[in-house]
């Protein structure tokens, strides 16, 4: 059975410092790569994707992919109050698929 | 983005009753969408997979007769709660890709069932 493990958290860190979130997946073909915010009682949002090994930068977002160790990351810099969510992890195998997610790491930031 | 659009927000209705949600993308055409489940402090689950002018694909322990799908168009797929029970009460989201080859899932705000 295909699987995504998080940390479940809460992750807490104060305003202004790097936030580090993990995902780990079984499934070995798996191709694309995100990562949702979801706030409490709202929809996941779409914050970040990554498709190939290394890093990929958008803002004070970068994500990571290890594809040989299974691993994906996201670092969240110079953290805000309004960055504490739940950051929910999801992979996709093969194109068209729906995606699996994992259960979340809850990020709380204090100011 | 591309956007999803969902409706109702949130519904409350008695135990036995039937509730439809709808889900469409306003700006562009979704061969297929996924609806969701999601229990409170728990992730998505994946309910089932609707594909446009065919039968949905349900997931194992997901009953397709209690809950039907229907995508009768190509901007339009609806989930139907037949029945419903208070075990039903969840969060539920649709979601969709923009086109055949993209890779990004954008979900709808959401339906909040609650089943008295």
């Known amino acids: 059975q295909k699987e995504v493990e998080q940390n479940s958290g809460p992750l807490s860190v104060p305003e202004g410092a790097i936030a580090s979130l993990n995902c780990t997946y079984s499934?070995?073909?798996?191709?694309?790569f995100f990562w949702y915010r979801q706030y409490s009682g709202k929809s996941p949002e779409l914050i970040m994707s990554i498709y190939s090994n290394g890093d990929k930068e958008d803002g004070r977002f970068t994500a990571q992919l290890n594809k040989a160790s299974q691993y994906v990351s996201l670092l969240i810099r110079d953290s805000q109050p309004s960055d504490s969510a739940t950051y929910l992890c999801a992979v996709n195998g093969q194109a068209g698929t729906a995606l699996i997610f994992g259960k979340g790491t809850t990020l709380s930031v204090s100011s | 983005g591309a956007v999803v659009s969902q409706h109702p927000s949130w519904v409350i209705c008695k135990s036995g009753t039937s509730v439809k949600i709808e889900c469409r993308s306003l700006?562009?055409?979704?061969?297929?969408m996924f609806w969701y489940r999601q229990f409170p402090k728990q992730s998505l689950m994946l309910m089932a997979t609707?594909?446009?002018?065919?039968?949905?694909?349900?997931e194992q322990g997901v009953e397709k007769d209690k809950f039907l799908i229907n995508h009768a168009s190509l901007t339009l797929s609806t989930l139907t709660v037949t029945s419903a029970h208070p075990e039903d009460s969840s969060f539920y989201i649709c979601s969709a890709r923009e086109g055949a080859g993209g890779r990004e899932l954008f979900f709808g705000e959401g339906s909040r069932l609650t089943v008295l």
């Open positions: 609707s594909n446009e002018g065919s039968k949905a694909t349900y």
């Open positions: 700006d562009f055409q979704a061969t297929t």
């Open positions: 499934d070995r073909v798996s191709q694309s």
